[in-house]
C-alpha cells in the first residue's frame, strides 16, 4: 500500500493528527528512527503495519543530540527527509513526526533521563559512555509523544533493542514492542544508516562481518568456545576490519550458555567507520569438547 504520510513537526500537530484514529479505537504503531531510511526500515514499517492493521503507523525522523558522544558523527549524520517521506510513503505510513531539537527537548538537556543499568555500559555502552542514557530518554519521550501500542526496533541494534525491552518491562510503559530481523545485502552486510560512510573498498571489506558470525552459526553445534574460535578464525582472513568485541551472550545479554539459545555480536572499525551486526546462535545437545580453531590457531 502506497500513502502520502502526514509531515508534522510540533507536538501539538502529532496529537491532533493521532486524536480521530485513537478515538475510533485504532491501535498505534511506531517505528522510530533517526531519518536517513533505507529498506531495512522499510521493513520496521511493514511489521508495524502488520501488527495494526487499519490503525496509523507512525515513523518519527529525529537525530537525537542526547545519545552522541563528543567526537561522534551527530554533525555529519545524514540528513534526507525528502527521501526519508518517499520511502515511508512506498511503505504505507500515514503519518511522519520530524521534530527539532528544541521541540524534543524545549528546556535544553533534561534534567531527568533514563539509566539504562548494568547492561547499558558493557559492548557498545563501553566504547560509547552514555549513549544508551540518550537512547533510552529519547524512546521514553517518544512514546510519551506517539502514545504507540506497538513499536518496532530493528535487531541489528540489539543491544538497543533488549534494553529498550528491558526499559519497558522496568518502568511499565504499556507498550508491546517487536524486534524485527536485520535486512542484508546480497553479500551478508546488514544494512545500516552508517553503510553510505563506506568507500567502495571498505564497503567490499565490511562484508566479513556477517561471514564471522555465520562461520560461528554453523560451528554452534561443537558449543560456544568452538563457536567463537571459528569466528577467529574467519576474522583473521578478512583485511582491514578492526575488531571492537566479539562475544557471544545469552539472548538477555548475559552469560554465554552452553546450550540452548544465544546471540554473538560483533562490533569492528572498517576505515572510519563502526558497524556493529548480530545473529541469533543455537547450541545443541552435541556441544562438546571438540578442540575450538581459537586454541589450535592461536589469536591475533
Ligand atoms: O536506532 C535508532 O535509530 C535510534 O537509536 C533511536 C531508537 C531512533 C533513538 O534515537
Known amino acids: 500500500m502506497t500513502t502520502t504520510p502526514i509531515l508534522v513537526s510540533t507536538r501539538a500537530e502529532l496529537a491532533a ?21 533505507h529498506e531495512g526500515h522499510g521493513s520496521l514499517m511493514e511489521t508495524a503495519r502488520d501488527a495494526v492493521g487499519d490503525g496509523p503507523v507512525v515513523v518519527s525522523v529525529f537525530v537525537n543530540p542526547l545519545q552522541f558522544g563528543a567526537g561522534e558523527d551527530l554533525d555529519r549524520y545524514p540528513r534526507t527527509l525528502d527521501a526519508d517521506l518517499e520511502l515511508c510513503g512506498a511503505h504505507g505510513v500515514d503519518v511522519v513526526f520530524a ?3 528544541s521541540e524534543v527537548y524545549p528546556g535544553g538537556d533534561p534534567q531527568v533521563t533514563v539509566e539504562p543499568g548494568p547492561l547499558g555500559s558493557i559492548l557498545e555502552g563501553a566504547t560509547r559512555p552514555g549513549h544508551y542514557r540518550g537512547v533510552l530518554t529519547v524512546v521514553a519521550k517518544l512514546f510519551g ?14 543491544q538497543q533493542l533488549v534494553l529498550i525491552r528491558r526499559m519497558v518491562s522496568d518502568l ?3 507498550v508491546e514492542v517487536i524486534g524485527a530481523e536485520t535486512v ?10 552508517r553503510n553510505r560512510y563506506l568507500n567502495e573498498v571498505d564497503r567490499e571489506r ?11 552459526v554453523r560451528d554452534a553445534d561443537h558449543g560456544p568456545e568452538f ?10 582472513k578478512a583485511r582491514g576490519v578492526n575488531l571492537d568485541y566479539l562475544v557471544i551472550t545469552d539472548p538477555d545479554l548475559g552469560a554465554v550458555p552452553e546450550q540452548g539459545e544465544g546471540r554473538i555480536l560483533i562490533a569492528a572499525r572498517v576505515g572510519t567507520t563502526r558497524l556493529i551486526d548480530n545473529l541469533p546462535i543455537h547450541f545443541g545437545a552435541t556441544a562438546s569438547t571438540t578442540t575450538s580453531p ?3 590457531e592461536g589469536d591475533s
Not at 493528527?17 to 531510511?37: D, I, S, Y
Not at 565490511?206 to 560461528?216: C, F, G, I, T, Y
Open 227 to 236: 563457536a567463537l574460535g571459528s569466528a577467529r578464525a574467519e576474522l583473521r
Open 206 to 216: 565490511a562484508s566479513a562481518l556477517s561471514r564471522v558470525l555465520n562461520r560461528a
Open 145 to 158: 509523544l506517539v502514545r504507540p501500542d506497538v513499536a518496532v526496533f530493528g535487531q541489528k541494534d540489539y
Open 17 to 37: 493528527v493521532l486524536a480521530e484514529r485513537r478515538t475510533a479505537g485504532q491501535r498505534v504503531g511506531m517505528v522510530p528512527t533517526m531519518g536517513a531510511l
Open 99 to 101: 521534530p527539532s531539537v
Open 184 to 193: 542484508r545485502e546480497p553479500d551478508g552486510l546488514a544494512l545500516s544508516s
Open 294 to 296: 581459537n586454541t589450535t
Open 172 to 174: 511499565c510503559l504499556g
